[in-house]
């Protein structure tokens, strides 16, 4: 079974920027597409970006055009560029394969205030 442990969410003003990383254990981690989900206070979660494992991408309407997704096989690893950050974009980010696994890691809490 794959695990997935998040990072490098912290506070920022809007129009700020951050990277997120999920490292997976597992050296099947090559042969996943992944993604990227958040889950907003009184909201389902939602998926924000994926990327195949030939490195194919698509996103969520609400952050297209600001968000990349990227991964690096060899190091296990998917990122999250985040610019140009809203309000709405605050909620714990998760990364998971898609289509989704029953295997949630804790999140990395992502707030966007003034």
């Known amino acids: 079974q794959v695990r997935f442990v998040e990072s490098g969410g912290g506070l920022v003003q809007p129009g700020g920027s951050l990277r997120l990383s999920c490292a997976a254990s597992g050296s099947i981690f090559s042969i996943y597409a992944m993604g990227w989900y958040r889950q907003a206070p009184g909201k389902q979660r939602e998926l924000v970006a994926r990327i195949t494992r030939e490195g194919s991408t698509a996103y969520a309407d609400s952050v297209k055009g600001r968000f990349t997704i990227s991964r690096d096989n060899a190091k296990n690893t998917v990122y999250l560029q985040m610019n140009s950050l809203k309000p709405e974009d605050t909620a714990p980010y998760y990364c998971?394969?898609?289509?989704?696994?029953?295997?949630w890691g804790q999140g990395t809490q992502v707030t966007v205030s003034s």
């Open positions: 998971n394969a898609w289509p989704a696994s029953n295997s």
